[in-house]
């Protein structure tokens, strides 16, 4: 979609190709996109390079505003043995404890079991790296490779779970898992951020910890 010169507010072009995109996401959970913001080359690289942010913001918040959910946060290294190497998972959970979607993970087949946390919330990659996960939870994660430097994460689902279902109104709580070492020699740390799913929109700001900085999550209805 194209913007105006040196302005990120979307055109009424963009929020009917943004419409469009919305229904497609709700109606195919496994669907994920990557927000990119691009300009001209008028101007500075650093200018350029915030103006493009801010235009990514604007799509992402539109998204957000219609009730696809996101959680936005930076990971940080913590000295372990294959750092800057880093690898992870985002997943949901009941309140009241239960396993209910994966929505990210970042890891190599060489990290299959490393994320000791997840693995143990939503029963892992599978037989093939000896775990017993739900099949369609791990086809519905966005996937990619073990990262070689920590970076801001962005992380957006839909409200259903493993199963293609809704999930009903109440306490959920969005778990985010980072490790630089192998299982046998230190877990990875792990934070969570509890929510309420109900009429109400809520945006939480988790106080920086030492490997996650700049964590929040924004729950619209």
């Not at 943004?18 to 691009?38: C, F, K, Q």
């Not at 073990?146 to 809704?166: E, I, P, Y």
Request: aromatic share 10%; hydrophobic share 40%.
């Amino acid at each position: 979609m194209h913007f105006d010169f040196d302005r990120y507010s979307l055109r009424p072009e963009a929020l009917r190709a943004l419409d469009a995109a919305i229904r497609t996401l709700t109606d195919n959970p496994s669907l994920r996109v990557t927000i990119e913001g691009h300009t001209c080359n008028i101007g500075t690289a650093e200018y350029n390079l915030a103006l493009g942010e801010r235009r990514a913001t604007s799509v992402r918040d539109y998204l957000v505003s219609r009730g696809i959910s996101a959680e936005r946060f930076t990971t940080v290294s913590y000295g372990g043995e294959y750092a800057p190497l880093n690898y992870g998972a985002v997943w949901f959970e009941r309140s009241a404890g239960g396993f209910v979607k994966t929505a990210k993970r970042w890891a190599g087949a060489a990290h299959a079991t490393d994320l000791v946390t997840w693995t143990m919330a939503s029963g892992g990659w599978g037989s093939l790296f000896g775990g017993g996960g739900n099949a369609a939870d791990m086809m519905d994660a966005v996937s990619s490779a073990t990262l070689r430097t920590h970076q801001m994460q962005m992380v957006m689902w839909n409200m259903k779970d493993a199963q293609k279902q809704a999930v009903p109104d109440g306490e959920y709580v969005a778990v985010i898992e980072m490790s630089e070492s192998r299982a046998r020699d230190q877990a990875g740390p792990v934070i969570r951020i509890k929510f309420t799913k109900g009429p109400m929109a809520q945006t939480v700001m988790a106080p920086d910890e030492k490997s996650f900085t700049g964590v929040s999550l924004r729950y619209t209805p």
